[in-house]
């Protein structure tokens, strides 16, 4: 069973910088973090959960909702089984719980699949971020 744990949540000003680290561990004998599909959602009180971004395999493949685009960036390094999220040019809006999730890569899945359908195997407890002066 694939364990997802964020980190680095709190209180952010208003055009500043936080970091989420999602830490994963429980994977399978023969399997590692470069098999699945990450995304980092979120969900603010009276909202419906939303795809911030996705990472495939590989850096390359990267998606980001238009509501973070610019401001957030997403990276993975797979030998320490970590994702991150660095989140530049904080809004109000951004505050919300966080949450990191996890899919098993397959040829036909992609990373924009993953964030706009939501449909991940594997979710972590969530972080929470607020952003206020």
């Known amino acids: 069973q694939v364990q997802l744990v964020e980190s680095g949540g709190g209180l952010g000003q208003p055009g500043g910088s936080l970091r989420l680290s999602c830490a994963a561990s429980?994977?399978?004998?023969?399997?590692?973090?470069?098999?699945?599909?990450i995304g980092w959602f979120r969900q603010a009180p009276g909202k419906e959960r939303e795809g911030v971004s996705c990472?495939?395999?590989?850096?390359?493949?990267?998606y980001y909702a238009d509501s973070v685009k610019g401001r957030f960036t997403i990276s993975r390094d797979n030998a320490k089984s970590t994702v991150y999220l660095r989140m530049d040019s904080l809004k109000p809006e951004d505050t919300a719980v966080y949450y990191c999730?996890?899919?098993?890569?397959?040829?036909?899945?992609?990373?924009?699949?993953?964030?706009?359908?939501?449909?991940?195997?594997?979710w972590g407890q969530g972080t929470q971020v607020t952003v206020s002066s």
């Open positions: 999730t996890a899919r098993p890569a397959r040829p036909w899945r992609t990373v924009q699949g993953l964030c706009v359908t939501k449909s991940a195997d594997y």
């Open positions: 429980g994977f399978a004998s023969g399997f590692a973090l470069d098999d699945y599909i």
């Open positions: 990472i495939g395999r590989s850096d390359g493949n990267i």
